[in-house]
């Protein structure tokens, strides 16, 4: 077919693991960005294989191939995710680095796209083991790059010095996840202050100190 000679990268591997460099990665940029665009703009029920192949150019045995299932697509486009993010603020102080954060998640889901496209991957992960883990690996890879800003403001003295840094990250971005994603609230920068504003307090008041076994 024509669309196959195009694009045609059919080899053995892993789901949406290609090659860095050349044809292989030109594929997976097209095919991520039509996965995100579908996402985007009709959630994970309407990711087609065969749509997204043709909306990315690309022979729809290659991406069944690479990815296997609209799951792998989305596991997929997490990860890339994860490898674009930006790392975390480091602004001097423990109340601007937490109110980056939260202005950061607050821009992130309220954007239309961007929003969009975490509303479905949220949906998907709730359905699906593959997408759940990939979810959480993306996650676990945001919060590995801001619980550094903690670990600064443990070392100034900010707050307690056996603050759990991870934890206290979480606990800035849980207040605007639970409004997007569970009470379908807006979101405002009100919100976001309010956020980082109470987990600093928290944090400040001992809650988030590691138990005494944890490293």
Known sequence: MEQESRLNTDQPGTPGTLRPGGRTAKVRVAVLEA??????GQGFHALNMDRVAAA???????????????????????????????PGADTGTVEGDLGANAALVLDTLTDPRAGAVFRAVIAAAACDAECAAALNSFY?????????????????????ADTDAAELIRAVSAPLYYRFAVSHEPLTALDAERAAVAALAAAR????????SQP
């Open 56 to 86: 990315a150019g690309v022979g729809k045995t290659t991406v069944y191939r690479r990815w296997g299932s609209s799951a792998g697509l989305v596991a997929d486009l997490l990860r890339d995710m994860a490898e674009q993010s930006v």
């Open 35 to 40: 996965t995100r665009e579908t996402l985007a």
């Open 140 to 160: 676990a890879t945001r919060i590995g790059a801001w619980a550094p800003c903690a670990e600064r403001a443990a070392a100034r003295g900010e707050i307690p």
């Open 205 to 212: 008041a001992g809650a988030y100190r590691r138990a005494p």
